[in-house]
């Protein structure tokens, strides 16, 4: 007789917008009950805090309902695993308010922010493991308050020094990490035993708790070397692919005003990074979902994709592959793509590439070009490098522009230091060196030379 096979997870994904929501009010809720401990019993401003930690209690109502309804046909697992949610909805108004009550439900508050942090960070590629962190933070969190609970049961009433818990809470957490200020300490026996059981097992959990970190944040910064880790970026720049052309094109890239603040994730087959951050690494083929998804591609403003082989025209069909499959998670991001054999250009053209490059054909042309007329090469690599002054841009014409004279337009641009290189018509038909007397279309675009990218 086959058993029925168990889910491996029941935990409805709730939209991580909501699960921010729902931690951000959780921790107001909690920084609210803070406040109304140092309040008067039954003062106005208490009410009132009471009255705002309602509210907050319906949202996690809602939230414990909605993903207590989800989880069918598994609600009873889900409740086993989520029970404490439950209680964090418990609101601080009428009996609850009694001192013994508050102090409960405070520390349950207190779990549900570690809980909602775990369903935020979940899927997050974060130094250390979420789970782990979570086990060690409540095993140092019940440590901390059993400690200041038995300290201040032996010590109220018998140590001048302890008038309230909150003394118990900073003399546990000072003997915790074997700080000790020395300005509370132990009178009794059993505080004296208390004492020496938390600076004991203090050394133990937050020796453990530190190492963890330590341990994650190198293990972070080594998987992040041979890029292994998932980055969540958006708008950012991919370069997929990596050749001796890569390595300028990234330092070109980022010598750009206009995109200083623009991330950028390379995506090859290497055994390292090949560049230092802050470009962040992924390790796969550039073609491959995996590795795709691990760069962020689907929230990319832009990619370029360089040739596997430049001497190679066999890397063309590669190139054409990892465009297909970059458009099909990310049909809107702006794609470059190198060509080695110039028959190739409708292949990457069809498959989705905005820009293709003839990389040597360029090359050759320059050096044609150079001999030709002396200092053409040179002056072409000036302007099309983010390294040397003015550069080329491409603007917006302006509506204030349209209808008049491609000589009118000209001589605005030259007060502005600007000179006009070209129109671009139909985003893609270029006009080189326009008559004086063409007139200027609405939506037209320009080429200019300047200092500065245009506003």
Avoid at 23 to 32: E, F, H, P, Q, Y
Avoid at 407 to 421: E, I, W
Wanted: with cysteine.
């Amino acid at each position: 007789m086959s058993q029925r096979l168990q889910p491996l997870h029941t935990e409805p994904v709730m939209p991580r917008w909501w699960d921010r929501l729902v931690l951000a009010g959780t921790v107001v809720a909690l920084v609210l009950i803070l406040v109304d401990m140092q309040l008067p019993h039954d003062s106005a401003e208490g009410h009132l805090i009471g009255t705002i930690d309602l509210g907050f209690c319906a949202l996690f109502a809602v939230d414990f309902g909605y993903r207590f309804y989800k989880a069918r046909p598994y609600r009873w697992r889900f409740f086993r695993r989520n029970w404490f949610d439950l209680l964090g909805c418990v609101p601080v108004i009428g009996p609850l308010r009694a001192a013994r009550l508050v102090r409960l439900v405070r520390l349950i508050r207190l779990g549900r922010v570690l809980s909602l942090s775990r369903r935020v960070l979940r899927g997050r590629e974060l130094p250390f493991r979420t789970d782990a962190m979570a086990n060690l933070s409540w095993v140092t969190l019940t440590v901390w308050l059993l400690a200041a609970g038995a300290f201040y049961q032996f010590e109220s009433g018998h140590n001048p020094s302890i008038h309230d818990p909150g003394d118990a809470l900073w003399w546990s957490m000072t003997t915790l990490s074997t700080v000790g200020y020395g300005d509370l300490y132990p009178t009794t026996l059993g505080g004296r035993i208390v004492a020496v059981m938390t600076m004991i097992i203090g050394v133990g959990v937050l020796g453990t708790l530190a190492a963890t970190i330590a341990a994650g944040l190198i293990d972070f910064r080594e998987r992040g070397q041979k890029g292994l880790r998932t980055h969540m970026l958006k708008h950012h720049l991919l370069v997929l692919g990596w050749n001796e052309k890569s390595f300028g094109a990234v330092d070109d890239f980022r010598h750009d005003p206009r995109y200083l603040e623009m991330r950028i994730c390379v995506v090859a087959d290497l055994e390292t990074a090949p560049i230092a951050e802050p470009v962040r690494f992924v390790r796969g083929r550039p073609g491959s979902r995996d590795a795709l998804t691990r760069s962020s591609a689907e929230h990319a403003a832009a990619a370029i994709i360089f040739a596997n082989d430049p001497n190679n025209p066999q890397s063309d069909h590669e190139t054409a592959l990892i465009a297909l499959a970059l458009k099909k998670l990310n049909p809107k991001v702006r794609l470059s793509a190198e060509l080695i054999d110039p028959e190739n250009r409708e292949h990457l053209e069809a498959a989705g590439c905005d820009a293709v490059v003839d990389t040597r054909g360029l090359a050759s042309t320059l050096l044609v070009r150079s001999v030709q007329d002396l200092g053409v090469g040179d002056l072409l690599q000036d302007l099309l490098t983010n390294k040397y002054g003015s550069e080329i841009y491409r603007v917006d014409v302006g509506e204030e522009f349209v209808g008049k004279t491609f000589r009118d337009y000209s001589l605005a641009m030259l007060d502005l230091r600007r000179t006009v290189m070209a129109l671009v018509r139909d985003r893609d038909a270029f006009v080189i060196n326009p008559r004086a007397d063409e007139r200027i279309l609405e939506g037209d675009e320009a080429f200019l030379i300047c200092e500065e990218p245009p506003e």
